[in-house]
């Protein structure tokens, strides 16, 4: 599904998804959410919108997040890129931001949640100690339809304090 | 019994696999050799096709197939999506054709399907798709379409009106007649879509060595689909099964059956490959259900006290190109006025019209939160009229609790009476208005007026019919492996389901919730589903389940009183088996399972059915009101015109809860839908009919910075027609919102004179209501 | 909603795009994407190339000499956004940057990026207008720079041709202790503003205004200087009535309607936020004899 038509502009990229490496042929036109969806395998990268707002597709590239529907898979080409598969232990022990949502009632659909809790590992990284405004603010490019968000922020206060008490 | 999972806030089963990305919705399937489809619209709101060419596009490397109406035709037994809901039935010529023949009615009605190696490579073939358009005149305001000479929105229609009819109870004339207190009131309130994160999906895999057709798709009817399709593609039912995989949210979209879906299912049949269509955002915004354009005019009597004497007037909705659910909408908005008040005499006349838009059925809410909005407007305005205060208006006029359960006049869709069960609507708002400190908003709005802020407080009261049957089947099933497996039609997207019904039968056979297994949404292991809307499924599913969970207990208890010779009083069901209590004696359910099997050798009781299993299919008598009152404080910021909820509280009443937690979610997640419809949602169109916000950086939805904390109060009166004595909550928390946030701005701005009557309302519109309000 | 096919270039010179674009027919330039993106997405855009400028070195830096603040067109928000020096002598930049779109968007979304889209109410390019950045193009030809008041040729369009690149820009920033606002209306946080407005002071030792900038967005095709109201400033004490006066004076621009605003709405919001702006540059002025 995502192997070049013969004769379209192609070019083999590598990326570090999560840790692990993947040589793969893309099409220069393949957004990166595609190529990790489609190419890879890794569906839990939500597309939403596909115009850069509703923030399911947010993925980390080299530590920073960005909406992986607004960039080419080509310009990601050398990256390592963090996606929602790639943030429970290798043991499968949540990350205490997963460890939340389930506690706090984060998630209801599940479709927007991947690009929260990316969105959100890196917000924390910078925020440790966060207010809820703070919270909101953070998620103000990520849309859901289902919690109100209340949930989502009411997690975040508290994996802030998980993290911030065993780092 | 119980080991008390029933009330609990016990986290959901479902987190897991969402919150690692192992969730499988509909587009995470991956089946070898999938097709991707793609689907030529039509950019015309209203055009005769006189010529559909595919031959560049089906040369196009790596497409398939172009399918338009002339190439499916043969394959159809109709090109009319069926008629779902047969009540107040509606013109033939105003349900959606499967393609269209020679007209398309909506910007977006889909025209021919590309099916092509790729989705990348299928859009590139439908810019190669040539349909000659001649584009005719159409029809995007539901009042220009009723004046004379107007466009018609469907060639060869007499007119634009779809339906007429009337809700009337009581003595209107009477009630008019002498009424101390006589006021008019005007009310629009405007369309917006349900926008799941997730939009529309289907992928359709045949088999042609079995001749059967395996469809997933996003849906909120599984059998509703697989009904469908057996309809108009002439299959037998035990030939097409239709998995509904992870649901990224619906809110009413995925209610319908599309024509997409019976398109791709004939398209993968007549390629003898997988083909799958994936709803992008744009044709979301063109393609999928939207609801609330209504236009109210009304004229309300009362005594001098406040008290109602009788409600009638007019009310013009309008249903888009297309009936895709009957009256549905309308007919409930005009149910929903009366809401939790004493209303002595109501006639409501609905004008139901066809316009150029794409056609409604119901966004979260179905037609509740326009009546809630239009009576919420009427006692604001008798108290303003009159001199009172909001609350106590709406207090003298509630429905007191002595007299639940109450009998409203009114015949309900299924021909029924509709009665009010349960509730205590005034408790509900007393202890809404406690809890938001009304008493003391007067001193807070003076303190900020001094200081140049514009606070107002606004509250509404809304009831909710839930629980609508007639059924839905639950399974409960436990094999040789000694697993439990509950089967049902109901349908998750989003609501918890799994985890409130693991706990339901978890909790009747004395499991942990994690020990049983909920399968929803597969029409291969329930032959009967009715699907996820109307806040029904706890009610009737929950309840299917429970019976079937204690006849499950009871032919364990029984196996177990043999086996174990000991009487059932003394036998308990603990961690997978029957125990007897007190002692280390114990028979696994697997061993049950393999007698009621009809293992050789088992000993049985023989007046049990054979098989650890039982089926549910609680038929409800009645249906079963929730009721909610919420209480809304914002700030406007005059110079912007923009609104800041400063406070929201809820009390609601949705019977019984078995899991809190997930009862509070759905009430938040309904405000926030409700926020956008009072602030932020505008579906806007041009007179013609083209739709003018396509984007979600044009149509604004709820983000979490405008989105406040929601505090949530409950309020318990068990229902009294189903076991489990709980009401449905679904929408309940979008019914009262736009109504309690719009009084909470009108209340902010009462110094410049403005009265609102419409919603969404923008900053600009507050704006300039302010301005004309000042001069 | 797939982006249509194309091809695509990834030079790793300035040399080497300005001869890419210059030879080749329907390029399109691809800086942070967060524009561009979603038009090829949707398709609004079908160019026949694409020229990827992240792989460019020397385009992304923000430095001060000789008094004036230059900064790489491929410079990211984000690294605006944790820069010191803008924080400290640039403040309306920094202002501006914390209500353009969202985390996820300024770690990609560059200064240059963001000039050349050139939406009306877009920030960087009101924070432009106010600071008259000199603009920095190259093409095959050389480059020039231009004044960022010629810089919006009309909707949405810089005035430089086909084959130019924009590649930095430069401004002189404000004295110390002068007073900087940047104050929008969106509708909601992080959304491109209904309107906005730049508002730069330079107060003296009396607390007259030396030197005043207000720069208007969302209202025109383009960002706009309103002279009318700095004129009104100019030289006078920066007392709330001045203030106010200059602000009201921004209800005269000549402003567009669309689906989400009306032009009369537009206006209104040109002068009360223009007197917010004001206000709020005013507070933290220090005066400077």
């Not at chain 2, 009919?689 to 979490?704: D, H, I, K, R, V």
Request: proline share 6%; net charge negative.
């Amino acid at each position: 599904m995502t192997a070049p038509a013969p004769g379209a502009d192609a070019r083999r990229i590598t990326l570090t998804v999560n840790g692990r490496r993947h040589d793969v042929e893309v099409e220069t036109r393949l957004t990166l959410a595609d190529c990790l969806r489609h190419g890879l395998g890794l569906t839990g990268t939500h597309l939403g919108c596909e115009h850069g707002v509703c923030g399911a597709c947010t993925v980390l590239v080299d530590g920073r997040s960005a909406r992986s529907c607004l960039m080419l898979a080509v310009q990601a080409n050398g990256a390592a890129i963090t996606t929602v598969e790639g943030l429970a232990a290798s043991d499968g022990t949540l990350h205490p931001l997963q460890q939340a949502f389930q506690a706090h009632h984060g998630l209801q659909c599940g479709f927007c949640t991947p690009g929260m809790l990316i969105t959100l590992i890196e917000f924390l990284g910078d925020h440790p100690d966060p207010d809820a405004a703070a919270v909101r603010e953070a998620i103000g490019g990520n849309l859901c339809r289902c919690t109100g968000y209340q949930g989502i922020v009411a997690a975040t206060l508290d994996a802030a304090r998980r993290m911030r008490a065993a780092p | 019994m119980s080991e008390g999972l029933i009330g609990r806030r016990l986290p959901r089963l479902e987190d897991p696999a969402l919150l690692t990305g192992r969730g499988r919705f509909v587009d995470d399937i991956h089946i070898p050799g999938t097709l991707e489809a793609a689907f030529v619209r039509s950019p015309h709101p209203h055009a005769r096709i006189t010529r559909v060419d595919a031959t560049a596009a089906r040369r196009h490397p790596g497409v398939h197939a172009v399918y338009a109406y002339a190439d499916l035709a043969p394959h159809l037994t109709a090109n009319l999506i069926p008629a779902d809901n047969r009540h107040l039935a509606f013109e033939a010529n105003s349900r959606p054709p499967v393609l269209p023949v020679d007209e398309v009615c909506f910007v977006g009605e889909a025209v021919a399907i590309v099916v092509a190696d790729s989705r990348y490579v299928a859009e590139d073939a439908l810019a190669l798709v040539e349909v000659d358009y001649d584009p005719v005149p159409g029809v995007s305001d539901c009042r220009a379409a009723l004046a004379p000479g107007a466009p018609l929105a469907h060639l060869g229609a007499a007119d634009n009106v779809v339906k007429t009819f009337q809700t009337a109870f009581g003595d209107c004339d009477a009630a008019f007649a002498g009424a101390p207190h006589v006021a008019t009131i005007s009310l629009k309130q405007h369309r917006g879509s349900a926008h799941s994160i997730e939009g529309r999906g289907v992928l359709a895999r045949p088999d042609p060595v079995e001749d059967r057709l395996t469809v997933w798709s996003s849906t909120q009817g599984s059998h509703r689909v697989r009904n469908t399709l057996v309809e108009l593609l002439r299959l037998d039912e035990d030939r097409v099964r239709v998995i509904v995989p992870d649901v990224g949210g619906a809110f009413g979209a995925k209610h319908i059956v599309y024509p997409e879906e019976v398109i791709v299912a004939l398209a993968a049949r007549l390629l003898g490959r997988p083909v799958k269509w994936i709803e992008d955002r744009r044709e979301h915004f063109l393609a999928a259900v939207q609801e609330r354009d209504q236009y109210w005019e009304l004229e309300v009597a009362a005594d001098r006290d406040g008290r109602l004497r009788g409600i009638r007037g007019r009310m013009i909705h309008d249903q888009g190109a297309y009936t895709l659910l009957g009256m549905n909408v309308p007919l409930n908005a005009s149910l929903a006025m009366p809401g939790p008040y004493l209303l002595p005499a109501y006639q409501l006349d609905v004008t139901v019209v066809a316009t150029n838009r794409v056609g409604v059925i119901p966004v979260r809410g179905a037609g509740y939160p326009e009546g809630v909005f239009a009576m919420e407007r009427v006692m604001d305005s008798l108290a303003r009229d009159l001199g009172l205060d909001r609350a106590e208006v709406r207090r003298r006029n509630l429905i007191p609790p002595e007299r639940i359960p109450f009998d409203l006049p009114l015949k309900s869709r299924d021909g029924t009476v509709t009665r009010y069960d349960s509730g205590d609507f005034p408790l509900c708002q007393a202890k809404a208005l406690a809890a938001a400190d009304y008493a003391g908003f007067p001193a807070r709005q003076e303190t900020a007026r001094a200081e140049g802020r514009y606070r107002g407080i606004g509250l509404a009261n809304a009831v909710k019919i839930t629980g609508r049957g007639p059924f839905e089947t639950a399974i409960v099933r436990i094999g040789p492996s000694g697993k439990v497996t509950v089967h049902t039609g109901a349908m998750p997207m989003g609501q918890g389901t799994v985890t409130s019904f693991a706990q339901i039968c978890a909790d009747v056979l004395g499991l942990a919730p994690e020990d049983v297994t909920v399968v929803a949404g597969d029409t291969a292991t329930v032959s009967l589903g009715i699907g996820g809307f109307g806040s029904r499924q706890t009610v009737n599913a929950g309840s299917s389940l429970l019976l079937a969970a204690r006849e499950v207990r009871a032919k364990a208890l029984a196996v177990g009183a043999l086996v174990l010779e000991a009487a059932a009083e003394d036998l308990e069901l603990r961690g997978g088996a029957v125990w007897i209590k007190g002692t280390d004696r114990q028979l696994p359910f697997a061993e049950i399972a393999r007698a009621l099997g009809g293992g050789v050798g088992y000993a049985r009781p023989k007046d049990v059915s054979p098989g650890l299993e039982a089926t549910g299919n609680f038929m409800p008598p009645d249906v079963t009101y929730g009721n909610a009152c919420h209480v809304v404080e914002v700030e406007v910021d005059v110079g912007t015109g923009a609104v800041q909820i400063l406070r929201y509280v809820v009390v609601n009443d949705s019977g019984k809860l078995i899991n809190p937690m997930i009862v509070e979610g759905q009430i938040i997640g309904g405000v926030a839908h409700g926020i956008g419809n009072a602030l932020f949602e505008w579906m806007g169109y041009d007179e013609g009919g083209q739709p003018l916000t396509t984007n979600f950086g044009e149509y604004l939805l709820p983000t979490a910075p405008v989105v406040p904390e929601i505090e949530i109060h409950h309020v318990v009166t068990p229902s009294t027609v189903n076991p489990l004595g709980v009401k449905g909550v679904g929408e309940a928390g979008v019914i009262p919102a736009a109504a309690a946030i719009i009084a909470a701005v009108e209340n902010a701005l009462e110094p410049f004179g403005v009265t609102l009557a419409e919603a969404p309302i923008s900053p600009g519109r507050l704006v300039e209501l302010m301005a004309a309000g000042r001069s | 909603m797939k982006p249509p096919p194309f091809r695509y270039h990834d030079p790793g010179s300035l040399d080497e795009a300005v001869a890419l674009l210059a030879t080749l027919e329907n390029a399109k330039l691809l800086a942070g994407g967060q524009s561009l993106m979603p038009m090829l997405n949707m398709r609004f855009v079908q160019p026949d190339h694409v020229i990827d400028l992240n792989r460019i070195t020397g385009l992304a830096h923000i430095r001060e000499s000789a008094a004036r603040i230059e900064i790489g067109a491929m410079t990211r928000q984000r690294d605006l956004e944790f820069s010191d020096l803008i924080r400290c002598r640039c403040p309306l930049m920094r202002e501006a940057l914390l209500q353009v779109g969202h985390r996820q968007t300024r770690n990609r979304g560059t200064i240059g990026g963001s000039l050349c889209h050139l939406d009306p109410a877009a920030e960087l390019p009101m924070v432009a207008a106010a600071l008259e950045a000199d603009i920095q193009v190259a093409s095959r030809r050389g480059t020039r720079t231009l004044p960022m008041a010629d810089f919006p040729a009309f909707y949405m369009t810089p005035a430089i041709e086909p084959d130019e690149i924009v590649t930095g820009l430069g401004f002189t920033p404000w004295p110390e202790g002068h007073g900087a606002a940047f104050v929008e209306f969106a509708r909601r946080p992080g959304d491109f503003a209904v309107v906005g407005v730049a508002a730069l002071l330079d107060l003296d030792g009396a607390g007259c205004i030396r030197r005043a900038a207000i720069a208007l967005g969302g209202v025109g095709q383009g960002p706009v200087r309103w002279s009318r109201g700095e004129d009104l400033l100019q030289g006078e004490a920066a007392t709330d009535d001045t203030l106010r006066a200059a602000a009201e004076s921004c209800r005269g621009v000549a402003a567009m309607g669309d689906a989400q605003a009306s032009a009369d709405y537009r206006r209104h919001l040109a002068g009360v936020l223009a007197g917010r702006a004001l206000r709020a540059a005013r507070d933290r002025a220090r005066r400077v004899p």
